[in-house]
Each structure stands twice: as C-alpha cells, then as structure tokens.
C-alpha cells in the first residue's frame, strides 16, 4: 500500500463565524492556496485508488480540490478521520486493498500521530506535524499494520511551487 496524507488547508479560525468546529469553511486565500498545492501533489503523487476524507466541512473541501487536480477520483468519507483515534484510522485503512494507492485527508494532531505509528516511532512528539495544506507519502508493503518507510514529506509552499504559484 502506498499511503498519501494530507491535511486539510486553512480554514476560518474556530468560533469566528459562529460555526461548530466540524463546520468550519476553507477561507478563500487558503482555497485559492490550496487549489495550486493540489496541482503540485498531483505532479509527485500517483492518482489514488481510494481517497479517503473526514467528514469536516474544512477537510472534505480540501479533498474536492485535490481530487479535482487528480482527475477521476472521488473522495469517500471515512468517519474515522474526523476523530483523534489513530486505532480507528488503522482500522479504516485495513479494509483498503494491500497493493491500492489511498489518499486520506484529516487533521491534526491525528495525522501525524499516524504518521508516526506508520514509521514505527512510539512516542508523541511534533517531528511529524503538518503544516495545514502539507502532505506525506508512504510505502506500506506490509499494509497498515506494520511499519512502513517515509518516501516524502512536503511543507505546503514546496507543493504551490511545484504546482506553478
């Protein structure tokens, strides 16, 4: 399995327009942002067989826009994604073909959490933190429940620059 993460692109702060933090909208610039970003990780990543999403609002936005610059792929949501539960993440991952290219997109700190636990490290710690927009890609030959090996790790500006911003 290859592994894609990535997490969702900014979003209006929480509690300022009043909304529920799982309603959070992208704001426009870190829509616009985005959209290039997702041009860039299209370059450098294969199209994803299963492409995975929390059901936030902020996170299924930013997997519109990434399978849009994908082509021919759409986004499920995975209820997993939504929580801080990295077991249940696993689970969720689990079902997905051995031999497949999935792409999730989720949050902090759940993400790098995972990433952590797909490397084999054991310990909480911010080495592994996203930037929102960021993204990682791991080789899984094993499947998700053993460890993998990091192939890349991208800060948000290195995708809009490849993606031409």
């Known amino acids: 399995m290859k592994l894609l993460l990535i997490r969702h692109a900014p979003a209006v702060r929480n509690g300022s327009t009043g909304a529920r933090d799982g309603e959070r909208q992208l704001t426009p ?3 616009a942002r985005f959209r290039v970003a997702a041009r ?3 370059r450098i990543a294969d199209r994803p067989d299963v492409f995975l999403t929390s059901p936030l609002v902020r996170a ?9 610059a994908f082509k021919k792929v759409t986004p499920r949501v995975e209820p997993a994604l939504g929580q801080e539960n990295v077991d249940a993440v696993v689970a969720a991952l689990k079902k997905c073909p ?4 999935v792409a999730v997109v989720g949050h902090e700190p759940t993400l790098s959490r995972l990433l952590a636990r797909m490397l084999g490290v054991h310990q909480d710690d911010d080495r592994f933190a996203f930037k929102k927009g960021g993204a990682a890609l791991l080789d899984l030959p094993d499947g998700p429940a053993a460890a993998g090996q990091l192939r890349w790790f991208v800060k948000p500006r290195i995708l809009r620059s490849l993606g031409g911003e």
């Open 60 to 68: 299924r936005a930013t997997a519109d826009i990434a399978a849009a």
């Open 29 to 31: 610039r870190g829509r």
């Open 98 to 101: 051995r031999d497949a290219m």
């Open 40 to 42: 860039g990780l299209a």
